[in-house]
Structure formats: structure tokens, C-alpha cells
């Protein structure tokens, strides 16, 4: 029969310090004092933990591949604000003052582990131990009775916690999702990336798995504020189930989807990895997914830890009170045995008196045994009849009197003396409580003090180790301390004599300086004047090359928006960025002034190459004849000239100049219009538009 299993998935999204803030939590070091007393240290080495720097630069990219845009957009449109000290500056800058997001995926409780226990290992290789409460749970038997490791059972316990490792990591894979007939497919680390994880399989609960999420969601966007990214836990379930199902729905809804699809999977995985590890037959079911409710009280398998702690507390509890209120039973017991034994005693020398006043029995008429009450009245009839008896009984009771009187005064001084004694031993008491608080307080100053002393000056014991000072070992470390002062007080002696003899040897070099100073003033002066001058020399310059700088920035922004400082120029890793964006630019500033105006020279060549073929295009264009031109085109200008208005220049004639401006591109573009047909110059306007359509095209591409 299946066992009764169920799976929690719990998501939390409480500070900015998230997986960082649990890091003491799953790292089960036995040197910690872990607010959690439930830890089997030694079942500690079956834990798996992932905290890797690949893991976290994972993460880093992650994070830079899904919201960069988005800071991008958000610095420029501040930037475009006035608000510069508004910007985000970078995606790490923007997610530090966010939320971070963490989860824990358990499967099943104390009682399954322990069902699997019985089910998939020898006996020999675990024991029973008991909880505060009474109940017991099973743990591995790793070492025997002399603390030596036992390596058959540590390889049972590992092929055992090895399934549940195995199971928590596949279950919280990035790349788990949803497939579509389509063939398309939703991951959840495309909108819940999982990065650091630690596996816990020494707790007394079920094994389960701590680890951080990196979250991504788009909002849906609304009339004052258009859809934007975040990294909200929340819309991030909310963007994953629209994404999987095409429905929005709240938090709280995409909450229970996933926890129930998660959770599943979850148990599956288990499940999967049991069949595999026991060679099960698949068609024997061995856990079976189990919802714990509310509204059904009945189901008592499947609990968390946390819900298996509590309800075995409340059951400690109530154990507690059964048991003082038999205590209080008993108590009430004892008493009224007591009282029935005083009334024995009471009524049995009644009895005595009454026969010795009366001379008959404690027996009446009808042979009934008397009643106290009847007995005092017979002994007190007795007493009247006997007037002789009744004057010695005053006599008696007077002398009793006197001795009660006598004995009352007494036990008045004894009870006074004693509580004058119980005053001063409550006195007593307090000043010992205080002296043993003073001392103990004075214990704890001093192991403070010495505990400061040797931390602040860095000493350690004789094997180069850390020292901890305890109540043990304080009075040993303050001698210890005072050994170290007395010495280095020796030694400052010796420093100060050594310092007293450079001084003295300083002192002669000023007075010798001084001599000197006066001439180095009237220097200085001169020299200061000069650097002054030198300075107001190189601000001038220097601005002026920062504003040269920025125009050559601003000409490769303006032609090469994307163009990229090489990697061999930056910070160690620092990555290029486009000279369009303010890290690009800033990285191009800090350039030299030759790369900046090689980069601006490369730039325009490229432009006034491309311009120039563009420009030789449409030339050539223009001058290629048309299908319909005639053998002799008429061409839209007249070639014909005036001679009349010849004149002579007074220029000398430059062979090379005119050769020079014959094969200007610019001067063969303006001939060729000016010898055009309509065709040809209908071509040419076509062909341009064409071409500037798909220039537009390819920068709309990119």
C-alpha cells in the first residue's frame, strides 16, 4: 500500500538580504549555536550544497539579460528629466533595493522518511531516537559504541538521502516547465530562475531544499503607467501562469497554481528516483500525494515539520497537565488522610476519658457506639456530679492555664526569634545572590576586557591559533596579557630610548635645515608664483581637451552609435558598452586624445567612403544611357555657349588643381545632372528612394 505523502512549496519575499540572510541557517556548522536543536550532526555530511561563483554569475547574467533595458530606459528618461542623481546607474544598483525572493520545497514528513527507512534499508543500519515529547523517529546508525564510523551504513544512509538530493534538485530545475503540442515550451527559470541551494537531510523532519529565486514579471500596465518589467515574487507567478495557461489571474491564485504543479512534480521526481535506486516495479506505487486541509481533520499524514513540532508540543503540554493535576490529587489525598487520622486520634482519647470519667463504656442504651459529641457531653455530666473532681480539674486547668499561658508566651518568643532569623538569613541570602551576580558579572567583564584585549591586538596561543577566552581559562589569559604588557612596555622603552636618539639627531638636521630655509623661502615663493601660473596654463588646456574629447564623442555617437572600446582598453571586468549610453561614453572619455580622433578619422572615412561610392552610384546611374534614350539624347540643359561672354582670367592656369576637380566626385555628380534625361534622373530618384528605404529598413532591424 502507497504511503501518504505530501509535498510544501514555500516562497517568501521578506528583505533585500534573501538567500544571503538564511546562509547560517542551511550551512549546518556544528561550531554555530543553531536556534534549531533538531540537527543530527551527523548525518550532516549527506548534504548538498550549490553556492558556487559560476552559480552566482548565472544569476548576475540573468538578471542583466532581463532588466537592463528597462534600467537603461528609466536613467535615460531622468537623465532627460534633470534628475541624474535619480538613476539606477546599473541592473545590480536597481535589485539592491528590492525584495529578493527565496523558497523551500519539502516532500513529506518525519513519519514517511522514517516508513522508507523501514521499507528500503536493513534494520541494522538505523535506530530509534526519542523526541522531548516521548514520540520516536529513526536516524541512521553511522558510528558504533566507540564513535568509529560504520562505512556499511554510511552508504546506505548516502544511496538513501542521495534519491531525496537528486529529487529536490530535478524538481527545482530552471529548465522544468511546461511543453505545448506546438512544440513550444515554458521554463519556470524564465520567470523563477533558481540560483544558490543547499540540501538539508540531517534535520528530524523530511529532507527538503533551501535556495534562492531570481525573479522576472511584466505588469499588466495601465492608464497612468505603461507595462513595465519587475522583480515582484508576486507578478512574477502572476506573468509564468500567463504565460503557461494565456489567463491573467492575482498573486494569490497564481500562488496556489504553481505550488500545486511544483508540488506534484515534486512528488514524482521522489518517486521516480526510489523505482530507479530499489529497482521497484513501476506498476508498485510507493507514495502517494496527499493534500492536508483545513476542512478534513482526519488525514494526519503528509504534516511539515513545523505542524508535526507543534502538535507533539501540544501533546507534551497536556501530558504536563494531567500530570500536576494528579499531583494536586495526590496532594488533596494525603491531606484528608491526615485529617481522618487526627479525628482517630481525637475520638480514640475521647473514648479514653470518657471511660475513665464515667467508668462505662462509649456504648449507649441500645448497645450503639457514642458520637464524639456524646462522648463530651457524658464526660462533662461526669464531671458535674463530682464537685471534689471538678475543683481539682479547675485546680488542674488553672495550672493548665498558666502553662499554656506560660508555653503561648514562649512559642511567641520563639516565633519571634525566628522570624528575626528568617529575616536575616533572607538577607543573607540576598547579599549572596548579589555578590554571586556581582561576581559572576565581573567574570563576564573580565572575560569581555581580555576577550577585546587579545582580539584588538591580534595574539594567539602557542600553536598560532585564535584564542577564546572562557571562565575556565580567564584568570590563566589575564596573566597571559599582563606577561604581553610587561613586555611590550620593555619594548617600548627600548623604542622610546631609540626614538629619543633619532630625535635629538632630527633636531640637529632642523637647526641645520633652518639655515637653509630662508633661502628655499624666497624659491619657493618664485617657484609657487610659476606653479600657479603653470596650473592656469594646464586647466586651460586641459578643458580644452576634454571639450575636444566630447566632440569627438559626440561625432562617433552621432555617425557610430554602437561603436565599442576595445576590451583591451577597460578595467578588468569592466564589459564594452555602446558609445551611445552614458557607460559607453564614459569609457570612451577616458580614452587618449589619439585613439579618440584615430576613431572619429576611422568613423568619417568610413562615412566619406560610403558617401562617395553612393555619390559615384547615382553618377554612374545618371550617365548610363536608358532603353528609350535616342542616339542622340536631349538633354534638359543646353550645351551650347556664348562666346560673346567669354572673358579672359586672370588666374594662373594649375593643370594638377583642374585635373583634381575633374574627378571630384561632387563636380562628376553636378555634370551628370546637368547632362540627364528625365528617364535617367526618374531611375536615379527611384533607385534613391529604394536605397534609403532599405537603409531605413536594416537600422529599424537592428
Known amino acids: 500500500m502507497a504511503i501518504k505523502c505530501t509535498v510544501t512549496t514555500d516562497l517568501q519575499a521578506k528583505d533585500t538580504n534573501g538567500y544571503s540572510g538564511i546562509q547560517k541557517h542551511v550551512e549546518h556548522d556544528q561550531s554555530i549555536n543553531h536556534s534549531n536543536k533538531d540537527i543530527v550532526f551527523n548525518e ?33 528618461h531622468q537623465r532627460e528629466k534633470g534628475h541624474a542623481e535619480r538613476q539606477y546607474g546599473s541592473v545590480k544598483n536597481y535589485l539592491k533595493r528590492k525584495k529578493k525572493a527565496t523558497a523551500v520545497l519539502t516532500i513529506g514528513n518525519m513519519e514517511v522518511q522514517s516508513k522508507l527507512m523501514q521499507q528500503f534499508c536493513p534494520k541494522t543500519s538505523y535506530q530509534e531516537e526519542k523526541l522531548p515529547d516521548g514520540t ?8 558504533d559504541q566507540n564513535g568509529q564510523p560504520i562505512p556499511d551504513n554510511i552508504t546506505i544512509a548516502k544511496q538513501f538521502y542521495g534519491c531525496f538530493n537528486r529529487a529536490l534538485i530535478h524538481a527545482t530545475n530552471n529548465n522544468a516547465g511546461w511543453a505545448f503540442k506546438d512544440k513550444s515550451r515554458v521554463n519556470v527559470g524564465d520567470y523563477l530562475h533558481r540560483g544558490r541551494y543547499a540540501t538539508n537531510n540531517d534535520e528530524m ?34 506573468s509564468l501562469h500567463h504565460a503557461v495557461t494565456g489567463k491573467y489571474c492575482s498573486g494569490r491564485d497564481a500562488t496556489k497554481w504553481f505550488r500545486a504543479n511544483i508540488d506534484k512534480f515534486a512528488l514524482k ?12 516495479p513501476q506498476n ?4 502517494d500525494f496527499e493534500r492536508k486541509t483545513k476542512e ?6 503528509g504534516l511539515s515539520m513545523e505542524q508535526l513540532k507543534a502538535q507533539h508540543q501540544e501533546i507534551a503540554d497536556h501530558q504536563k497537565a494531567v500530570k500536576s493535576l494528579q499531583d494536586q490529587a495526590e496532594n488533596l489525598t494525603s491531606q484528608n488522610n491526615d485529617v481522618q487520622s487526627q479525628v482517630a486520634t481525637v475520638t480514640k482519647n475521647l473514648k479514653s476519658i470518657y471511660e475513665a470519667t464515667t467508668g462505662r463504656q462509649t456504648l449507649d442504651k441500645d448497645g450503639n457506639v457514642l458520637s464524639p459529641l456524646e462522648m463530651a457531653n457524658g464526660i462533662t455530666k461526669a464531671a458535674k456530679c463530682s464537685q471534689k473532681d471538678k475543683q481539682q480539674a479547675e485546680q488542674d486547668a488553672d495550672v493548665a492555664q498558666e502553662k499554656q499561658t506560660s508555653a503561648e508566651n514562649q512559642q511567641k518568643q520563639l516565633d519571634q526569634q525566628l522570624a528575626h532569623q528568617r529575616q536575616q538569613l533572607q538577607t543573607l541570602q540576598n547579599q549572596i545572590s548579589d555578590a554571586d551576580e556581582q561576581i559572576k558579572q565581573r567574570n563576564l567583564q573580565r572575560i569581555k576586557a581580555a576577550q577585546q584585549e587579545i582580539d584588538r591586538n591580534d595574539i594567539l596561543d602557542n600553536n598560532n591559533q585564535p584564542i577564546t577566552v572562557t571562565e575556565a581559562n580567564v584568570t590563566q589569559m589575564e596573566q597571559k596579557l599582563d606577561s604581553w604588557r610587561q613586555e611590550e612596555r620593555n619594548n617600548w622603552e627600548t623604542d622610546k630610548q631609540t626614538h629619543q636618539e633619532k630625535l635629538n639627531n632630527l633636531n640637529q638636521e632642523i637647526t641645520a635645515a633652518r639655515t637653509t630655509k630662508t633661502d628655499l623661502s624666497n624659491t619657493n615663493q618664485q617657484l609657487t608664483t610659476q606653479n600657479q601660473q603653470l596650473q592656469n596654463e594646464n586647466t586651460t588646456v586641459q578643458n580644452q581637451i576634454n571639450d575636444y574629447k566630447n566632440q ?28 551611445i549610453s552614458e557607460t559607453g561614453r564614459q569609457q570612451h572619455l577616458r580614452q587618449t586624445l589619439k585613439y579618440l580622433m584615430d576613431t572619429t578619422t576611422k568613423v568619417l572615412q568610413k562615412i ?19 532603353q528609350n534614350q535616342q542616339s542622340n539624347p536631349t538633354s534638359q540643359h543646353s550645351p551650347s555657349l556664348d562666346l560673346s561672354n567669354i572673358k579672359s582670367s586672370d588666374k594662373p592656369f594649375d593643370y594638377r588643381k583642374e585635373q583634381k576637380l575633374m574627378n571630384d566626385p561632387g563636380i562628376k555628380l553636378k555634370k551628370a545632372i546637368l547632362f540627364a534625361t528625365n528617364d535617367q534622373l526618374q531611375k536615379t530618384s527611384q533607385q534613391t528612394k529604394q536605397s534609403l528605404k532599405k537603409q531605413a529598413e536594416d537600422e529599424y532591424e537592428l
Open 44 to 76: 550532516t555530511q549527506f548534504n548538498v550544497y550549490d553556492e558556487s561563483t559560476t552559480t552566482r554569475q548565472a544569476i548576475d547574467d540573468w538578471n542583466e539579460q532581463h532588466f537592463h533595458d528597462y534600467v537603461e530606459q528609466h536613467d535615460q
Open 136 to 143: 520516536t523517529h529513526l536516524v541512521f546508525k553511522l558510528k
Open 205 to 238: 523532519g523530511i529532507s527538503h531544499i533551501h535556495y534562492e529565486l531570481a525573479t522576472f514579471g511584466m505588469t499588466r500596465g495601465g492608464k497612468k503607467r505603461a507595462a513595465h518589467v519587475t522583480n515582484s515574487l508576486n507578478q512574477a507567478l502572476v
Open 269 to 280: 521526481c521522489l518517486e521516480d528516483e526510489l523505482h530507479k535506486t530499489y529497482k521497484v
Open 284 to 287: 508498485k506505487k510507493i507514495l
Open 296 to 301: 478534513d481533520k482526519t488525514i494526519q499524514t
Open 552 to 579: 569627438l564623442v559626440d561625432t562617433i555617437v552621432e555617425n557610430a552609435p554602437e561603436h565599442k572600446v576595445e576590451s583591451s582598453l577597460l578595467k578588468p571586468n569592466e564589459t564594452a558598452q555602446p558609445v
Open 608 to 626: 566619406k567612403t560610403e558617401a562617395t561610392n553612393f555619390i559615384n552610384q547615382i553618377t554612374q546611374t545618371l550617365t548610363q544611357p536608358t
